[in-house]
Every structure is written in C-alpha cells, then in structure tokens.
C-alpha cells in the first residue's frame, strides 16, 4: 500500500526487517513504512525514517535499533529524521495490516484523515476476535496516541484499532 516509490537496497532490506516497532513489536519498521531510504554509499549506509506521528517518542529507539543492526551486520550507518513526506497509515504494508490483526489490533480503514477518521468514529470496525461489525468506541484514545480503544457488542471483547492518518 506504499503510495510513495521507497529506495531501500536490496541488501538491506532482511537487515531492516529485524527492526521492529517498539509501540507495536509485531510491525517491522518496512511494514510500518516508516523507512522511507536506506542506500549504500562506500560502506556506509544512510537511512531516512519518518514518524508516524510528529514528537513521536519511539523515533529515537528505532533510530538506534536502526545502527545496532546495521553495525552487527558490518555497516556503519547514519539515521536522518525526515518529516516531508508526512507519514500516512496508507504507507502500511499489507502484511503489516494482517500482523496488526493477528495481534488483536484493527488495522486503520481506508479513509479521510477528516476528525472522525483521526478520532476512529463513525466507522466499520471489525471485531479482532469475532469479526463483528457491532462495535463501539470505548476511548477515543488507546494504549498510543496513534489508536483508539474499541469494544465488541456481540463478544465484548475490547480492542485497539490503529486510526487513519492520511
């Protein structure tokens, strides 16, 4: 689903998938779609990685999982934070959405990024657990700035969905 063409050498990329998400440890940071580049230039490499979120805490932890990988695998690396393009739920893999599923979190609609997407209102989320659509917002605002706390009506199962940000 990544709308944007990345640059990620070929080589790098079993490398990088070693790199998860410290807020949601079973999306890689490919998946994730937060590597925008990662290139080799004389030995060394330089990656460009974009928050999901603006102050996004994590950034730092996956900047420096970023060089300890590359570093045991030989490279020497250099992160660079870049925030234009701005980060998009679209830039989710889909194997990174069916990840998020199998963890018990509803991967983000394809949707507006109007306040209802932001907020996770007003939509067809699925439940994680039974697959029913009667579900309801608990919190508009879940375990991370980036989901929202739904319940099932039908199991009562409560669970995360990941929201839309496009």
């Known amino acids: 689903m990544n709308a944007l063409t990345l640059n990620i050498d070929k080589r790098l990329h079993s490398i990088l998938e070693q790199v998860s998400d410290p807020e949601i440890p079973v999306l890689t940071v490919l998946d994730m779609g937060v590597v925008r580049s990662a290139i080799i230039d004389n030995g060394r490499v330089f990656v460009k990685i974009t928050p999901t979120y603006s102050g996004c805490p994590a950034m ?28 998009t739920t679209d830039w989710i893999t889909e194997k990174g959405r069916q990840a998020l599923l199998k963890y018990g979190i509803a991967p983000p609609l394809n949707a507006t990024a109007d306040k209802d997407a932001l907020l ?47």
């Open 60 to 87: 730092d932890v996956i900047a420096e999982d970023i060089k300890n990988v590359l570093s045991d695998a030989g490279y020497k690396a250099h992160v660079e934070l870049v925030l234009s393009p701005a980060w």
């Open 120 to 166: 996770g209102l007003k939509k067809l989320v699925k439940c994680t657990l039974c697959g029913s659509p009667n579900t309801r917002v608990v919190s508009q605002f879940g375990s991370t700035p980036c989901k929202a706390l739904f319940q099932c009506d039908d199991c009562n199962e409560p669970f995360d969905y990941f929201k839309c940000l496009k």
